[in-house]
């Protein structure tokens, strides 16, 4: 295992995480924890694919950075080498000519430049030599290392089935330490983030990406660099091996698709149904190539993205040049020079499988995410597991949030929001209330002061007008004045009696009564036109509320009378009752012409009408607000004079305490 340990390889940036679960979607081993919405890697489950890191579109998730270790090694260390995987020619497609690259690598300070495609070669040979031999046996390749991981970690029984041949890179470090002694240091330049634990053998691992950062940090350039070879041994077909295939090309195996013997499968989705499926019996081949990206072309290492295609050209390309200059009888000089390395290599279970949770208590997790039923299972992978079921044990592992789930996410938000909307409406009317109330307060304060004023006054001109009534004979011109007078003083002691009502000056006088049949009665107090339509709803199981039989009965009469107004033309009065152990709620519905909007805030204000001039005096709500407020209750109104928006019409909500 290498400097970067395997459960060390990839890390969060944390004020860079989004809520996107777009890392957890792409593992293939769901090595990701969320907490507060934040993806977390679990360092003990991760293969070091590096699917997380390339898909993050925060740059959120980052691998183990060597290029300070290798900047410090190449000042200390007297000799150092460097040896680069053969996908290199799909990432630097922008240097002309490989020389070059070569050339900037031993400008950073290395002695020395290899190709990993050559051990490539002297591993496709062993791989020609297992595969013959195999019989029975069926092998997975063992050059990526992410596989292994994978087979290591996940499936341990199939430890056994892992090709016992080290990986190109391995194969080349060998190579190196026979040429150059075993205290040579080595550092593989790749496309690949888990070959940084892959080997002990390597001294450090950089990838492309680093590579490109080395080159940035000491200005070398392609203007400045001076063109070198690869040191050899240099490489055959061995450094077709990136791309998907490209093991079975080196070794000149055709796949024979009839037969079956050999399965190819690249990609996070594709290697692990293959093992699986072939852990399930369900495959027979004698040899499957796992590649745990789409090609080693496709690296997370690599600073380009896309164009996976183009990449393969390039390879090939790079290959095919290669090829035509090989001076074939040295290469296989050197082949059988490095015959006697030993290439095996072996591997030990790391079981890391976690006991998945009982079903009851996953069907209980599902229950608390709205998934009563299978139908409600959308498997929608939006959480970034394949299905529900996947989440909610996640969930029960500690791995998961229930926010994760989008269905059950936007539900809760259309929850908070209507709950936001009933708060923000019940705080309006509150404000709207309070406002009102205040003003009413104030006006009541004026009312109380004009009534006491006009009291004694009216009371003289009422007294002296009577006797002057009494003393003048009934036949006098003046009789008809006098009672003129008295009839107008009348009227405006009536008035003054409401604004001292609205002023609250009257006490209530609790009485225990039937609600019910209170306010059948108070429809027989009032005279309903034929052409107006009555009727009383009750839900009431408990009739009995304390109330002021009398100022009560002034409220329903009131607001009974002006809902018949309200309906010239006829209609329908409709009386609601309901209530619960606390309080009882009267609704009083007409559907005639409704309230225009401007008036609706000057509904309780006194001498406020819209009835004709001696018609009304406006203070018949007025004196409604204030007795329900004496009885601690509460009044609101709703109107609608639009019919395009529903039912024209008023209606007056009454809610009373049942005790004061």
């Known amino acids: 295992m290498g400097h970067a340990k395997r459960n060390k390889l990839v890390f969060t940036v944390k004020d860079r995480c989004r809520v996107c679960y777009t890392c957890l979607r792409e593992c293939p081993v769901k090595a990701i924890k969320i907490i507060n919405g934040q993806a977390e890697v679990i360092s003990e489950r991760c293969i070091g694919c590096g699917n997380c890191v390339s898909v993050c579109s925060q740059k959120a998730k980052v691998y183990f950075d060597s290029v300070e270790r290798v900047e410090n090694m190449l000042q200390s260390e007297p000799e150092i080498v460097a040896c680069i995987a053969p996908s290199f020619p799909a990432e630097f497609s922008e240097i002309p000519d490989h020389k070059f690259l070569v050339g900037m690598i031993k400008k950073l300070g290395f002695h020395r430049v290899f190709e990993v495609a050559f051990g490539a070669d002297l591993v496709a040979k062993e791989y020609s030599k297992l595969i013959e031999s195999a019989g029975e046996k069926t092998y997975i390749s063992s050059d990526c290392p992410a596989i292994v991981f994978y087979i290591e970690h996940y499936y341990p029984e199939l430890i056994k089935n892992l090709a016992p041949i080290a990986s190109p890179m391995v194969a080349i470090c060998r190579v190196i330490r026979k040429k150059y002694g075993e205290n040579t240091k080595v550092v593989f330049i790749g496309p690949c983030i888990a070959k940084k634990a892959e080997s002990d053998e390597i001294d450090e691992a950089l990838t492309f990406i680093e590579l490109r950062t080395l080159f940035e940090r000491n200005a070398i350039t392609v203007e400045n660099a001076d063109p070198s070879e690869f040191d050899s041994p240099h490489p055959g077909k061995g450094a077709i091996f990136p791309v998907s295939r490209g093991l079975l090309q080196s070794v000149n195996i055709k796949d024979d698709i009839i037969k079956g013997e050999i399965l190819v499968a690249s990609g996070r989705i594709n290697f692990r149904e293959a093992i699986k499926e072939f852990d399930n019996k369900e495959i027979e081949a004698k040899h499957l190539e796992l590649l745990c990206c789409d090609g080693c072309i496709m690296g997370p290492g690599m600073s380009q993205c896309g164009k996976p295609y183009h990449r393969r050209v390039r390879i090939s390309n790079y290959v095919k040049s290669r090829l035509e200059v090989l001076d074939n009888e040295k290469w296989s000089e050197e082949m059988n020079e490095y015959n006697d390395i030993v290439l095996s290599q072996t591997f030990n279970p790391a079981d890391r499988r976690q006991e998945k949770p009982a079903y009851d208590m996953v069907e209980k997790i599902l229950l608390s995410m709205g998934k009563n039923d299978t139908k409600d299972h959308l498997n929608c992978g939006a959480c970034g597991y394949d299905t529900c079921i996947e989440h909610a044990e996640a969930i029960l592992l500690g791995h998961a949030e229930n926010e994760m789930c989008l269905p059950f996410a936007i539900e809760k938000l259309h929850k908070s929001v209507n709950a936001l909307n009933i708060s923000n409406e019940n705080l309006a009317n509150a404000k709207l209330a309070l406002k009102q109330s205040e003003k009413l307060a104030s006006m009541g304060q004026l009312s109380a002061g004009i009534a006491h004023e006009l009291n004694n006054p009216l009371g003289v001109i009422t007294l002296y007008s009577n006797i002057l009534k009494d003393e003048i004979s009934a036949d006098s011109p003046v009789q008809k004045d006098l009672q003129l007078i008295v009839e107008q003083s009348e009227r405006c002691k009536k008035i003054v009696g409401g604004l001292l009502n609205f002023a609250r000056k009257n006490q209530v006088k609790l009485v225990e009564t039937d609600f019910e049949k209170f306010v059948h009665h108070s429809i027989e107090s009032v005279i309903i036109p034929g052409n107006v339509q ?78 004709e001039p001696g018609k009304g005096t406006g203070l018949g709500l007025p004196l409604v607000y204030g007795i329900v407020k004496m009885h601690k209750g509460q009044i609101n109104v709703v109107s609608n004079t639009l019919p395009e928006n529903g039912p024209v019409g008023t209606t007056f909500k009454i809610v009373l305490p049942r005790y004061n």
């Open 534 to 611: 009555v009727e009383i709803k009750s839900s009431l199981v408990d009739k009995m509320v304390m109330i002021d039989t009398d100022q009560m009965m002034q409220v329903l009469t009131n607001l009974e009378k002006n809902a018949v107004e309200a309906m010239p033309a006829g209609g329908n009065l409709t009386i609601e009752i309901t209530g619960d152990k606390q309080s009882v709620e009267i609704a009083i519905n007409d559907s005639g012409t409704g309230i225009p909007k401007e008036n609706m805030e000057k509904l309780f204000e006194p001498f406020f009408t819209t009835k």
